[in-house]
């Protein structure tokens, strides 16, 4: 029998959910969807909506308390954020130390079900529509369909190819799951090959804005296919779709750099691409259907007795600080890292001592010596770029700990940093003006495009963005820049253990999902 393209496991545990203000839970889909079924322009709304909530997880209870949250397994990995408490969700510390990111870690297998279930949705709508009548659908809304879909499968299968190496590789035809083939891993090149050819055709197939902004656009298809080519180091490739993007004119860089991180500024011209969050009055932020972040929770100080309770369970590092302070970059550091003095646009926390922020409040809070071991007891310090102030959680979220704040995928400034390092590595393109209207921006001087440079830019520009450990990675320097890394193994994830087993074996005892090396 032929199975809509959930893997193993997750056929009876992902399901169909509206990404607008408000969701559609349906039952669990086993079957290709009917011609006649995606043919309905509502029902086919439905579905592309659906395709978009997977990469809105961060929370799903399905094996237990599991986390799914961008951050943990990217800046978490890197040496810009830890975890602070040291017994807080062992199995999501185990990102950190890596000693602990092993095969049965629930985290793990549920950024795999995450991933997949977006796979899963897209594929429901290519599939659906390639074997539809054409004539029964408007082509301008099949094509538009068709467009975001292969956007999100190659969003999804780009996550998954950078966080676990080989996978299975599903694709506009339905496979029979039984089938020991079909669920295998195939090769990186071939699953990046998928990514490219499915960006290709949405940036042919979407609109440069959308009327509901959360949607793709060929923008952000362009965008993210540079940074495919990015990762491959084709860098005649990736010059070429950044410079794409640029010659559309239609982005530009903010004039204030932390005005990307507003409430008020969502979808501004600086972004190609954001996860959408919404204010979800029902408060459901503990479940996979949630509209809300629980980004914010984790990041924020607890100012009590304000609206603002985080839990400062993750902070930005001292190295990271010096960075910025190294390169004489204050302007980003401001809108990056909260210090001690820092001055925040909130009444509510002036008239409760903490704006400015106290001299010695990290001390007594995070950085505690006598919190017997729960605490690091070093100079850590607090994230900006997710944080809310009390009025603005009042105003425009549901409750204490949730936010609405969207999270940014991919900006212009980082196409531009695409492009310069792309030419630095050999491309053709004016790399250096790109470089510099970075630099510039953020108040710093031109200086020659060097790869050295070029690192340290795209660590400072996206600083706590989700980019610096799989930047670290495909540099080559993890294995110098993050504690405890081992190279060989760190690069990539286990595949779930329960995954492995699931999937069975073949006739000669090997199991049919490989493990990657060191697990």
């Avoid at 060097?450 to 706590?464: F, G, Q, S, V, Y």
């Amino acid at each position: 029998m032929k199975l809509k393209i959930y893997l193993i496991s997750a056929i009876s545990l992902l399901f169909v959910s509206s990404c607008g203000d408000d969701f559609l839970d349906q039952e669990p889909i086993t079957e290709p969807l009917s011609g006649e079924f995606i043919a309905d322009e509502l029902n086919l709304s439905s579905l592309v909506a659906a395709a978009y909530q997977p990469m809105r997880w961060e929370f799903n209870p399905i094996y237990g308390d599991s986390y799914c949250m961008t951050y943990l397994y990217t800046d978490v990995r890197s040496d810009d954020v830890i975890v602070e408490n040291k017994f807080f969700q062992p199995h999501s510390h185990g990102f950190e130390n890596f000693s602990d990111q092993t095969v049965t870690n629930i985290n793990v297998r549920l950024i795999w079900t995450k991933f997949f279930t977006g796979v899963a949705n897209a594929n429901e709508i290519i599939q659906g529509l390639l074997n539809a009548d054409e004539s029964a659908l408007d082509p301008t809304i099949r094509d538009l369909a068709i467009g975001e879909a292969r956007f999100l499968r190659a969003f999804y299968y780009f996550e998954l190819v950078k966080n676990y190496g080989a996978v299975p590789l599903f694709g506009d035809n339905p496979v029979d799951l039984g089938s020991k083939d079909a669920v295998s891993r195939k090769p990186v090149e071939d699953v990046y090959a998928q990514i490219e050819s499915d960006l290709i055709e949405a940036a042919s197939l979407l609109p440069t804005t959308q009327t509901e902004q959360y949607k793709a656009t060929r923008g952000a298809a362009l965008g993210l296919l540079s940074k495919a080519y990015l990762y491959q180091e084709k860098w005649q490739a990736a010059a070429d779709a950044a410079q794409q993007v640029i010659d559309l004119g239609i982005y530009e860089l903010e004039e204030n750099y932390g005005d990307n991180w507003k409430l008020s500024n969502e979808y501004g011209k600086e972004s190609l691409f954001e996860i959408t969050y919404n204010n979800d009055n029902s408060g459901g932020s503990w479940n996979p259907t949630a509209q809300t972040s629980l980004t914010l929770q984790f990041f924020a100080p607890n100012f009590a007795p304000t609206l603002l309770a985080g839990w400062s369970y993750n902070l930005v590092t001292p190295e990271l600080l010096n960075a910025f302070i190294g390169e004489g970059d204050t302007e980003r550091l401001n809108a990056s890292i909260m210090q001690e003095g820092h001055v925040f646009d909130s009444e509510i926390l002036e008239g409760n001592g903490f704006s400015p922020v106290p001299i010695g409040f990290f001390d007594t809070w995070i950085n505690s010596v006598d919190s017997n071991g729960q605490r690091y007891g070093d100079d850590f310090y607090f994230s900006l770029k997710y944080f809310l102030t009390p009025e603005e959680i009042n105003e425009q979220t549901p409750g204490l700990q949730q936010s609405a704040l969207n999270h940014k995928v991919l900006r212009y400034a980082e196409v531009l940093l695409i492009l310069a390092e792309a030419t630095v590595n050999g491309a053709s393109g004016n790399g250096q003006a790109a470089f510099d209207m970075v630099r510039a921006r953020a108040g710093l001087g031109s200086k020659p495009l060097t790869l050295d440079a070029l690192k340290l830019e795209r660590r400072l520009e996206l600083a706590t963005e989700w980019n610096r450990f799989h930047d670290l990675v495909r540099w080559g320097d993890a294995a110098n820049e993050i504690e405890g890394f081992t190279m060989g193994r760190d690069e990539l994830l286990p595949v779930p253990l329960q995954e492995i087993l699931l999937t069975g074996t073949r006739n000669d005892g090997s199991f049919v999902l490989s493990q990657n090396r060191g697990y």
